[in-house]
Each structure stands twice: as structure tokens, then as C-alpha cells.
């Protein structure tokens, strides 16, 4: 007798583990004990990992980034409560395919600004508030606008490091040349953002 | 093994200093060599769920069988979630979350007791009509185990954790858990035959 020839006499189907983790999730919410809540859409620019706490939206990740090592991240400087519950996301993943067939130019969901911090966090919520769809701004631009004009590589670091890509429009910051610079998405995800929104 | 497992209302950590020669016992085979903190990193609880959901399910199936199964699983889990910040990252997850679930498993079947009104047939009846020829003789034959002996089966057959551990658990000494496993497997033997064949059709 092995512990495999006894566990085999007790299978355990996929479906009924899918429901007992939904009535987790129902659970966790209702007791507050779902610190972050998580789910991936795809996209024109690749799956995205979206995460929030009960305070709004925390990240939002390419796949390039890893999204198993971006859980792990927020795992340890946010909270490890951490859930696949799709309900708490439902809305922005329905405002991003709005906003992927090019019929929606701002977002309305509450954002947690918990990853950013300082200076990082004033020149996001100034991009954020600020930077309308369809425009661009220069990192130099940003500085100004952020209140520290020579400030212009810590605004190129918060634009690389933005927890909320997408929804905190940092692809719409561009180099004073004209090219796209850098992203955390990676300068073609740039690219695909800023065709969309100017054939719009 | 010398281990060590600490109990407060529904958190407990689990340290395992020594490797024995059951390594199903650990998450992972780190020699025989102490485990400290930082070389673990705390995954997201979504990661525990996946990785044990199953052999809970499995355990509590066994423990306070199929009707109760389902909440003894949420409630392990939803418990599990709370106290989860406060788990050290070198901890035994399994073992935990098999503690937490034993605990659980009391607190229904009591419940199960004080609801119960005295009728001819077995409580678990209901179970079997809803089962399929299989469970039925399964379940039948788990349940029938004197408690001690259920537990000790699901605790090292199912969820794969060594007796020392089984022992904190059972509150028992560890050559009595060994015993209760032993007997339990015996007479699973007698009555629920396939155990043995399952091992020549895996």
C-alpha cells in the first residue's frame, strides 16, 4: 500500500474543484479577508495580468513580465491573500475591450497607488490626469508638468517602472526625437498603443 | 524526524529540521540541512490552493465523508487564507493545512452529532444513494474506521505526511498514530478489496 494507490481511489474531478474554489472566493470577499484579487484578458497587445485590492486597481502586467513572478511580487510587498476572482476585475476587463476596439478614451475604475511612491507616484497621477488620449508628451514635458523640470530621468524610471500600464497612459510619454522609447511592455506593445489610438 | 508544530486558535507552524526516508512528507527535498526563512519566499495563497486543494479534498473526504466534504474544504481554506500572513515561510504547508483541516473536521462532525436524530439508518445513507457503485463501497468502508484509525489513513496515506507529524496532530505518541495507520490500511484491506488490486491497474 502506497500513498498513490489510495489517493487513486479518490479522484477528484477538475469541476468540482472550480466550484469549491468559487465558493472561496465568495467567501473570502464577503469575511474581506481577498487582500488582492486577480485575473488575465487577452489583448491586442498580449494576455495582461490585472490585479486589485478592495481600494482599486493595483497592476497591470504583460506577459513579458512574467506574470507568475509578478504575483510573487505583490505576494510579498502588498499581501500574500492573493485569489484568481475574476468578479472584482470584471469591470476593468470590460472598459480595456472597450478600450482595444477603440470605443472607450478614459478609464473609470478607482486605482490603488499603493506600488508607487514620492516622486514616482506625483509624475503618474500628473500623466494620469493630464496626458489625454491621443496626445503624446515628452519626458521633459512631464518633468515640467510634475514640478521638477530638470527632473527628467526619475520621470523616464517612474514612466518604466508604472504599476497600471495602460490605464495610467505612460505609452502616450514619447522621446523629445520623436521615437517611442522605452516600455515595460516592451516598444512594440508602444507602438500597437499608440496606432490605436491615433487611428481613432 | 524531529518536528515541531505549534498551535494557536486556527494558525500552526510546522518546522522540519530533519529529512526522513519518506520524502513526501516535505513541499520540496532540501537535504538534510536546516531550512531557513529567507531562502523561501511566501507564494500567493492561489498557489496553495492549487497545489493541495485536491489532497484536502481527498482528506476531508475520507475524514467526515462525502456530504460534509464540501464545507470542510471551504472551511479549512477560508481559515487557512486568515492566518496565512502569519504561516513562517519555512513552514509545511501541507501539514498546516492538514492540521487546520482536522480541526475543521471536529467542529462538523460535533455539529453533524448534535443535529442528528436517532433513526435506523446510518447518517451517511444519503451519501451513498447519491454515490456511484465505487464511493459507495469506498466511503462505506472509510467510514466505518474508528475515527483515530480514518484520520491517520487520510493524514499518511492521502495527504502523505509522516507519522511524527500525525502524531502532534492526533495528539497521540507516534508509535500510536503508526499503529492506527497500520490497523486502519488492515482492515481497509478486508473490507474494500480494490485497494490492493487498484496497485496492478494504476
Known amino acids: 500500500m502506497t500513498m498513490h494507490n489510495l489517493a487513486e481511489q479518490f479522484p477528484v474531478d477538475r469541476d468540482h474543484l472550480k466550484r469549491l474554489h468559487a465558493r472561496l472566493e465568495n467567501a473570502a ?4 479577508l481577498l487582500d488582492i484579487a486577480y485575473r488575465t484578458v487577452d489583448s491586442a497587445v498580449g494576455p495582461l495580468l490585472l490585479a486589485a485590492t478592495p481600494l482599486g486597481l493595483l497592476r497591470v502586467a504583460f506577459a513579458n513580465e512574467g506574470h507568475d513572478s509578478v504575483l510573487q511580487s505583490l505576494s510579498q510587498r502588498i499581501s500574500p491573500r492573493i485569489l484568481e476572482a475574476a468578479g472584482r476585475l470584471d469591470p476593468i476587463a470590460r472598459q480595456l475591450d472597450e478600450f482595444f476596439t477603440g470605443h472607450r478614451h478614459s478609464f473609470d475604475v478607482a486605482l490603488d497607488w499603493s506600488l508607487s511612491r514620492g516622486f514616482r507616484r506625483t509624475v503618474l497621477e500628473h500623466l494620469n490626469a493630464d496626458i489625454g488620449y491621443g496626445t503624446t508628451t515628452s519626458y521633459a514635458a512631464l518633468a515640467r508638468l510634475s514640478g521638477s523640470p530638470k527632473a527628467v530621468r526619475a520621470v523616464g524610471t517612474a514612466c518604466a517602472t508604472n504599476p497600471i500600464p495602460i490605464v ?5 510619454v514619447i522621446r523629445s526625437d520623436g521615437s517611442v522609447g522605452a516600455y515595460r511592455g516592451g516598444p512594440a506593445a508602444k507602438r500597437v498603443l499608440l496606432g490605436l489610438e491615433r487611428d481613432r | 524526524m524531529v518536528s515541531h508544530i505549534s498551535q494557536r486558535a486556527d494558525v500552526c507552524t510546522v518546522k522540519v529540521w530533519i529529512l526522513t526516508e519518506e520524502p513526501q512528507c516535505v513541499a520540496e527535498p532540501v537535504g538534510d540541512v536546516r531550512v531557513t526563512v529567507d531562502q523561501h519566499v511566501k507564494p500567493p495563497f492561489e498557489a496553495v490552493v492549487l497545489q493541495h486543494g485536491a489532497t484536502v479534498l481527498r482528506v476531508v473526504r475520507a475524514v467526515v465523508g462525502h456530504t460534509d466534504a464540501d464545507d470542510a474544504w471551504s472551511e479549512t481554506f477560508l481559515a487557512a487564507l486568515r492566518a496565512y500572513p502569519r504561516l513562517p515561510a519555512d513552514a509545511n504547508i501541507e501539514a498546516w493545512l492538514v492540521t487546520i483541516a482536522h480541526r475543521k473536521a471536529i467542529d462538523i462532525t460535533r455539529a453533524a452529532t448534535r443535529r442528528a436524530i436517532p433513526v435506523a439508518d446510518p447518517p451517511d445513507s444519503a451519501a451513498r444513494e447519491r454515490a456511484d457503485t465505487h464511493d459507495l463501497d ?6 466505518a474506521l474508528p475515527p483515530k484509525q480514518r484520520q491517520a489513513v487520510a493524514y499518511h496515506y ?6 511524527a507529524d500525525i502524531a ?11 499503529r492506527a495507520g497500520a490497523d486502519g490500511i488492515a482492515t481497509l484491506r478486508r473490507t474494500y478489496p480494490r485497494i490492493d488490486s487498484a496497485r496492478n491497474h494504476p
Do not use: F, M, W
Open chain 2, 168 to 178: 502532534v496532530i492526533l495528539d497521540s505518541s507516534v508509535a500510536a498514530a503508526r
Open chain 1, 29 to 32: 470577499q464577503a469575511g474581506d
Open chain 2, 158 to 163: 492521502l495527504a502523505g505526511l509522516p507519522y
Open chain 1, 168 to 172: 495610467v497612459p505612460c505609452h502616450r
Open chain 2, 138 to 143: 469506498l466511503d462505506a468502508a472509510v467510514g
